[in-house]
Structures are given as C-alpha cells and as structure tokens.
C-alpha cells in the first residue's frame, strides 16, 4: 500500500520562508516522478514543482526563483524550499507521485491528473 506523508507547513509572515518534507513508501517503481501542487480557497488545484527520479526539477511560474525543489538520491522523499513566501502562496500544499519515465516528469506538472498517488496536505498560510 502506498502513503505519502506531507510535514512542514505553518503560518508565516511575509516574506518569510517554509521548508516542507514529503516522504513516500510502498512504491516499488525504480522511476518515480513526484511533485508539489497547492490549492487555495476556492480555486483549482494547480502544479507548483516536480522532480523526476535523476533530479530534474520543473517549476510553475509563481515557484520560479523562489521555491526549490529536491530529493533525495535513490529515495521518494522530496521537500520544498519556499523562500520570499507571499500571502498569495497560501493554500493547502500536497505531495504527489506517479510512476513514470524521467523524460516525462516536467510534463506532468501541468495537470494533477498525471499523479496516482497523493498525500493528505499540509497548509501552508502567509499574512502580509
């Protein structure tokens, strides 16, 4: 049974910075695309960052220059480094993956659709 587990949400002001971990077991795949999406009150469910099984990172816009991402080598565990937070980036963040090819991951931001398996959020809210 695969679980993915989100932790390092919070309230900061800001301009502030957050750090969340994900970490997933039970996927047996030796290629595991994972991601960052968020979703906000009242708003869909959009991409924020991905990073194939060899590291490659893919970011949404909004993430571009301020967020990073990374993974551990050879493992599912993942974080973000959300950096220069604005009360924009305020929404509920998920953890997601999907089995699939390296050469695939940086397209798969563009739709959660993509991602099979999902964990169950962490909020991440910024006050100006």
């Known amino acids: 049974q695969v679980h993915l587990v989100e932790s390092g949400g919070g309230s900061v002001q800001s301009g502030g910075s957050l750090r969340l971990s994900c970490s997933a077991s039970?996927?047996?795949?030796?290629?595991?695309?994972m991601g960052w999406f968020r979703q906000a009150p009242g708003k869909e469910r959009e991409g924020v960052a991905t990073?194939?099984?060899?590291?490659?990172?893919t970011y949404a816009d909004s993430a571009k220059g301020r967020f990073t991402i990374s993974r551990v080598s050879n493992k599912n565990v993942m974080y973000l480094q959300m950096n220069s937070l604005k009360p924009e980036d305020t929404a509920m963040y998920y953890c997601?993956?999907?089995?699939?090819?390296?050469?695939?991951?940086?397209?798969?931001?563009?739709?959660?659709?993509?991602?099979?398996?999902w964990g169950q959020g962490t909020q991440v809210t910024v006050s100006s």
């Open positions: 997601a993956a999907a089995e699939a090819p390296d050469t695939l991951c940086e397209y798969y931001l563009s739709g959660d659709f993509n991602f099979v398996y």
């Open positions: 039970g996927i047996t795949a030796r290629s595991v695309c």
């Open positions: 990073i194939s099984t060899d590291g490659t990172p």
